[in-house]
């Protein structure tokens, strides 16, 4: 049997007023910003506030050993599971779309089956990954992770936030063993798919209603560390001086340079500066700061961030620093599975909307996912192309086409007999 994406009944209503709710947890109230660091109080309200939706819908719900929640639809038949999600974590002042989005429409999609098909063939799963964004723990996808089994021993000791509590700790703290990281582990799993906003202006611009991404961009996250001598403001004359902050400056104007040279799509980016000891009238005896380097092409990456480090190395050299690198992430572009780039466009098509296949210049839990089994991602557009800021929008008549194509591939997957995922 095949299904017209156009007759499933999407409750646009209950989509925004789940978007308002869950976005109004973890918002600062002065900036209308969203932080849900992993394992925070606010973080754990959010994901319990899911785990309700997913409960009123009939699902069997369970929180696994790093804290991602799932929630079930039992199929007929035994064998792997189809999962759909996305995450559940925002960044710092994010938006309520930006993984949000992906949740909600996986519970609009999955409730419009059930009503118009009732139980699946294959089981379907919502999947909520508890940290995507790493922006507390720069953890690297470290709920997708621990899905696939591949967080290391011992990793949950060595990532520390800001405040220096390791994840072990945090976990603890959040009601969660970290010595049981292993067990949330699947082996049984058919597909993934993931909707997810643009956050880029593209399909706006170019008047689409969906982009099917073929490829997930590379991307390096460092922090480097200047290391200089710290000394008196006033007294030290500027020639004798070894700044961190005259080092540290350099090195980001030239990264910063590098991408604008190379041109779209090359990205850097440096998000946070910290200086010590941090007063206005000391120089500083360490400047630190994160670099974030993106291309969907691995040579060009691989020229990017090696003239980077070239630079920084001759440039703490020249003036009497030591620089020290220390990376969170090191991923090369990702493509997706084409079985299932081929279903969704088909399901786009037969819907009648305008979608183009297209990288994603943002990292996603599906580059993690596709290591282990078939995986596919869908974009709506982002208003303006914001994201990663409280400006995140997508009008909810562009959400729906989104959730109706992701509903018709996810019933090719789960309740058509011919369901192959590729
Ligand atoms: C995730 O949002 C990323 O691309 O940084
Ligand atoms: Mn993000
Ligand atoms: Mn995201």
């Known amino acids: 049997?095949?299904?017209?994406?156009?007759?499933?009944?999407?409750?646009?209503?209950?989509?925004?007023?789940?978007?308002?709710?869950?976005?109004?947890?973890?918002?600062?109230?002065?900036?209308?910003?969203?932080?849900?660091?992993?394992?925070?109080?606010?973080?754990?309200?959010?994901?319990?506030?899911?785990?309700?939706?997913?409960?009123?819908?009939?699902?069997?719900?369970?929180?696994?050993?790093?804290?991602?929640?799932?929630?079930?639809?039992?199929?007929?038949?035994?064998?792997p599971a189809v999962l759909t999600g996305s995450h559940v974590d925002t960044v710092p002042q994010g938006g309520k779309y930006d993984g949000a989005l992906g949740i909600h429409a996986s519970l609009a999609a999955v409730k419009a089956l059930q009503q118009a098909f009732g139980q699946p063939r294959r089981s379907l799963e919502i999947l909520v990954i508890c940290d995507e964004e790493g922006g507390r723990f720069r953890s690297d996808?470290?709920?997708?992770?621990?899905?696939i089994g591949a967080i290391r021993p011992g990793e949950a000791e060595e990532r520390r936030d800001l405040e220096g509590v390791t994840i072990a700790?945090?976990?603890?703290?959040?009601?969660?063993?970290?010595?049981?990281?292993?067990?949330?582990?699947?082996?049984d799993v058919a597909a993934w798919l993931e909707l997810h906003i643009e956050q880029g202006?593209?399909?706006?611009?170019?008047?689409?209603?969906?982009?099917?991404?073929?490829?997930?961009?590379?991307?390096?996250?460092?922090r480097v560390r200047v290391y200089g001598r710290q000394d008196h403001a006033g007294t030290t004359p500027m020639d004798i001086r070894r700044d961190a902050m005259a080092g540290a400056a350099e090195?980001?104007?030239?990264?910063?340079g590098v991408a604008e040279r190379m041109g779209r799509p090359t990205v850097a980016t440096v998000g946070r500066v910290d200086a010590e000891p941090g007063a206005t009238n000391v120089v500083p005896?360490?400047?630190?700061?994160?670099?974030?380097?993106?291309?969907?092409?691995?040579?060009?990456?691989?020229?990017?961030?090696?003239?980077?480090?070239?630079?920084?190395?001759?440039?703490?050299?020249?003036?009497?620093?030591?620089?020290?690198?220390e990376l969170f992430m090191d991923r090369m572009p990702v493509p997706l599975t084409p079985a299932l780039q081929d279903l969704l466009a088909?399901?786009?098509?037969?819907?009648?909307l305008r979608w183009k296949s297209m990288p994603s210049m943002a990292g996603h839990d599906s580059?993690?996912?596709?290591?282990?089994?078939?995986?596919?991602?869908?974009?709506?557009?982002?208003?303006?192309?914001?994201?990663?800021?409280?400006?995140?929008?997508?009008?909810?008549?562009?959400?729906?086409?989104?959730?109706?194509?992701?509903?018709?591939?996810?019933?090719?997957?789960?309740?058509?007999?011919?369901?192959?995922?590729?």
């Open 367 to 422: 580059e993690i996912m596709v290591e282990r089994w078939p995986s596919g991602m869908l974009f709506v557009p982002s208003h303006d192309g914001r994201s990663h800021t409280p400006a995140e929008f997508t009008p909810i008549e562009q959400v729906v086409p989104g959730v109706r194509v992701l509903a018709a591939a996810l019933y090719q997957l789960a309740y058509s007999p011919a369901g192959s995922p590729g």
């Open 285 to 325: 005896g360490l400047v630190s700061f994160t670099l974030d380097l993106r291309d969907a092409d691995a040579a060009r990456l691989a020229v990017l961030c090696g003239e980077i480090d070239r630079f920084n190395t001759e440039c703490a050299a020249r003036r009497g620093l030591r620089v020290e690198r």
């Open 346 to 352: 088909q399901q786009a098509t037969r819907a009648g």
């Open 251 to 256: 090195m980001i104007q030239h990264a910063l």
């Open 1 to 79: 049997m095949d299904l017209d994406p156009n007759r499933l009944l999407i409750d646009a209503d209950e989509l925004q007023r789940h978007i308002d709710e869950l976005g109004a947890i973890g918002q600062d109230p002065r900036t209308g910003g969203l932080w849900r660091g992993v394992y925070t109080p606010v973080w754990r309200q959010a994901v319990d506030q899911v785990r309700r939706w997913l409960e009123e819908a009939g699902l069997s719900t369970r929180l696994d050993a790093v804290g991602n929640l799932w929630g079930r639809l039992e199929g007929s038949e035994p064998g």
């Open 169 to 187: 700790e945090a976990m603890r703290q959040a009601g969660f063993d970290p010595a049981r990281i292993p067990e949330a582990r699947r082996d």
């Open 201 to 222: 202006g593209t399909l706006e611009a170019e008047g689409l209603d969906i982009g099917v991404v073929h490829t997930i961009t590379g991307h390096r996250q460092q």
């Open 141 to 147: 996808f470290w709920g997708a992770r621990a899905v």
